[in-house]
């Protein structure tokens, strides 16, 4: 479910936020190489909020800054009890039934500018923090044959920043005579 909303103040600020409330169940039965059975069940439930406030600044500029919840749940290949192949890299990957799901706290802030009509230069930052990422390890001692070992497992945290830029201009006019 979602629940969320918008306000307009002095026609220059908008401010729009809501939660959403998410359910998910992950179910692996399976079994491992000496017939020992493996049975995960991850369940669960999440709010996840976000908040978005912008500033427009005349006609055609805004200032933007955001904040969001999101997750990422383990993939089934990487929760699986079960060795495979990647011919790629010559590496040998191995599923982990103890994964949990990563939860990751999103922070933005952009200005933008829109010269014509679909058309738009922005330049933003943005800030990452992860909870229980997901991440490949290496197995040491494993492997045979020129092969390496990996196995997914949860760090205890991550973080992700940087900038971003984005020009999109119209072609209109300029081929024509």
Same mark, same amino acid.
């Given at each position: 479910g979602y629940l969320g909303g918008t306000a307009v103040y002095a026609r220059r600020w908008t401010i729009s936020g809501g939660a959403r409330m998410e359910y998910n169940r992950q179910v692996l039965n399976s079994a491992r190489y000496s017939g020992r059975t493996v049975s995960v069940d991850n369940t669960v439930v999440a709010v996840l909020p976000?908040?978005?406030?912008s500033?427009?600044?005349?006609e055609k500029q805004q200032v933007r800054l955001a904040y969001s919840n999101t997750l990422n749940r383990p /993939? =089934? #290949? /990487?929760?699986?009890? =079960?060795? +495979? +192949?990647? =011919?790629t890299y010559n590496n040998v990957l191995a599923g982990n039934d103890s994964l949990k799901t990563a939860y990751i706290h999103n922070v933005e802030a952009r200005w933008e500018l829109y010269p014509a009509l679909n058309e738009i230069?922005?330049?933003?930052?943005f800030y990452k923090r992860f909870e229980n990422p997901i991440e490949t390890y290496f197995v040491p001692g494993g492997g045979g044959g020129g092969t390496r070992n990996f196995t997914f497992g949860?760090?205890?945290g991550a973080t992700s920043l940087g900038a /971003?830029? /984005?020009? #999109? #201009?119209?072609?209109?006019?300029? =081929?024509e005579s």
């Open positions: 976000s908040a978005n406030v500033l427009a600044i005349g /993939e =089934f #290949r /990487e929760l699986a009890p =079960f060795s +495979y +192949y990647d =011919f230069i922005s330049f933003g930052v949860n760090a205890v /971003e830029m /984005e020009v #999109r #201009r119209s072609l209109k006019g300029w =081929f």
